[in-house]
């Protein structure tokens, strides 16, 4: 048995769910967000909870099974939550900084990176420390791809750590030359 799928879904008093065939809207106070489940697998509400549920024991449908549930899950928790990943910009001169709704950084090139934010993502960065940017949003695959862009602008290198990383990711550092021996 899928130990995921299994699992029951709570829905917060603040958030509603409906179950149209294979659609599922769910609607809380940070937005509402809505999917197609695959068409093997059912999908239920009952007393407060959603329960995914499985045709057979097969491999694929228990596969299948975990990923619903957790997608379904995702949907409930941005909703009620939201999502946020931060970001650490670390280097001398590497900052970021919000211009309106814009995000700009500063990350060594001779030119600032100008990054709008698409729909339904918000940036903020930390008011005395300008090497904290948060990206914030409701749904969870959206702000790690747009996350993960910002990332890539200027990936962390593993001699003295400059550029963007996660605030969770540690970076492996190398030893610089060794010098010369006699």
Known sequence: ???IGKKPIAVPNKVTVKIDG???LVKGPKGELSITI???MSIKEDAGQIIVERPTDNRRHRALHGLTRALVANLVTGVSDGFRKTLVVQGV???GELRGNDL????GYSHEI???PPE???FSVEGRNPTLVHVDGIDK???GQVASNIRELRPPEPYLGKGVRYSDEVIRRKAGKAGKTN
């Open 120 to 122: 339904g993502i918000a």
């Open 141 to 143: 695959q959206v702000v």
């Open 38 to 40: 695959h068409p093997e």
């Open 114 to 116: 100008v990054i709008n």
């Open 1 to 3: 048995m899928s130990r």
């Open 22 to 24: 294979q659609d599922v």
């Open 93 to 95: 001169g590497y900052s």
């Open 104 to 107: 700009v950084m500063k990350l």
